[in-house]
């Protein structure tokens, strides 16, 4: 398909953004299905630019001001990425005919510029494309040099990463059965049982996935399951479960046996692990939708382990949802600080005397993470905060406990941005 067509379709997805708070790749996948003419180049050079955009929409859309009031704003803007991420050259897209070279030319020149910014805050929100308040957030609790590496390594593509379910096999041999499909892997540096991909694939199709060797699980997600640790014959209860990533990988730890309870709101998200359960031959999971609201009481003191992973901003994820820069706002943050609170202490009443609990994110705001803890802890002078290096240490990984905390940082350990705390019920 000609660059011009292509450059069609991308505007025609960016233009949904507009009308519709859907994750990215939900929205490109709807477009795609309604688009079966479209072969894998394409829908690649799609997908691609259309996350392109997303990410870098704030640049992109000071580079295309006061450009040429005759061109959409839309298609000056797609032009813009190419160039910015040096896809093509300005010789490239006039050979293509998509701008008169004119206004290429100045996209070009506005591209190595700078707008004037009165604070290094502003500066970084402007570079990297993100809003202000959350470049003044990050540099508050992270200094100003953290926040410039997150900010730059946020616009980065997130690598594929599998859980190798040890369930059905181990990792040496899920690599070498990867290997007999063309598929090469890397060892994940902290999860003793990630793997990289390096290669773009859709690794739903290959052979070693339909058997179950293993879950495609970001190495963050797979470290809060290493973090609660739970140990065979106890019951666990995964209390925000969603798509049950981290129940499967529990169940691997816990050898496929004891009890774990996978509670969610969405009864769909649940169906979906129904699928996945009996792809990896867990027997140990018993799924249930429950109240927005309330836990349930027959869960009540009975439990050795509770995972409370609560919906949170994601603004760890902006890697694989760069959307998530423009559609979180400070209020929301302040609202979903009040419910992550009232979740972990609904679902803290789960654990029995001497139980664990786990609260956990993948947000990178201080109000979604320490400050709900802390709020908590004063509330519940029976629940104590315990150094999370004690999990840990089972798998050798007691340097990503920090100040009584974990906070997994994508700039620092590659994963995605994810925080936890770990407590125990002491009466």
């Not at 598929?183 to 994940?188: A, F, K, L, P």
């Not at 994820?317 to 600080?337: C, D, F, Q, Y």
């Not at 609904?346 to 201080?366: D, F, H, P, R």
């Amino acid at each position: 398909m000609k660059l011009i067509s292509l450059v069609g379709h991308v505007a025609e997805l960016f233009g949904k953004t507009a009308t519709t708070h859907k994750p990215a790749d939900h929205l490109i996948d709807l477009f795609f299905r309604g688009r079966k003419y479209l072969g894998s180049h394409d829908r690649r050079f799609i997908a691609e630019t259309f996350y392109a955009l997303l990410r870098h929409k704030r640049r992109v859309e000071w580079i295309v001001s006061g450009v040429s009031e005759r061109q959409k704003k839309t298609l000056l803007m797609i032009v813009a990425v190419l160039l910015l991420e040096k896809r093509y050259t300005v010789q490239q897209l006039s050979d293509e005919n998509i701008l008169p070279s004119d206004v290429l030319g100045q996209l070009s020149v506005n591209i190595d510029i700078l707008p004037d910014s009165t604070t290094y805050e502003e500066k970084i929100a402007l570079e990297f494309s993100f809003q202000d308040w959350m470049v003044q957030e990050w540099s508050q609790q992270f200094g100003i040099a953290e926040t410039q590496q997150l900010c730059r390594t946020l616009n980065t593509q997130a690598p594929i990463t599998l859980r190798v379910n040890t369930l059905k096999t181990s990792v040496d041999e899920c690599r070498k059965s990867l290997e007999e499909e063309g598929v090469d892997s890397i060892r994940t540096e902290f999860s003793p049982f990630g793997l990289h991909i390096p290669k773009r694939i859709n690794v739903f199709q290959l052979e070693t996935f339909r058997k179950g060797f293993f879950e495609v699980q970001d190495e963050g997600s797979q470290l809060l399951a290493l973090l609660v640790n739970p140990k065979p014959r106890t019951k666990v209860i995964d209390a925000c479960a969603g798509g049950g990533g981290k129940s499967l990988a529990m169940a691997a730890l816990m050898n496929n046996r004891g009890e774990i309870f996978s509670l969610d709101i969405h009864d769909f998200r649940l169906k979906e692990l129904k699928k996945r359960i009996k792809r990896a031959g867990v027997d140990t999971i018993r799924m249930r939708t429950v109240h927005e609201h309330a836990s349930p009481l027959d869960l009540h003191n009975s439990a050795d382990f509770v995972l409370v992973d609560v919906p949170c901003s994601g603004t760890g994820t902006i890697r694989r949802n760069p959307g998530i820069k423009w559609s979180v706002t400070p209020a929301m943050v302040h609202e979903l600080h009040a419910k992550q609170k009232k979740i972990l202490t609904n679902y803290a009443q789960c654990a029995k005397v001497g139980g664990v609990i786990v609260y956990a994110t993948c947000s990178l705001m201080k109000q979604e993470n320490q400050d709900v803890v802390e709020e908590f802890l004063e509330e519940h002078s029976n629940i104590k905060l315990i150094d999370p290096k004690e999990s840990l240490s089972r798998f050798h990984l007691e340097n990503l406990a920090n100040n009584g905390y974990v906070q997994l940082l994508p700039h620092v350990h590659g994963t995605d941005g994810f925080f936890a705390a770990v407590m125990k019920r002491m009466s």
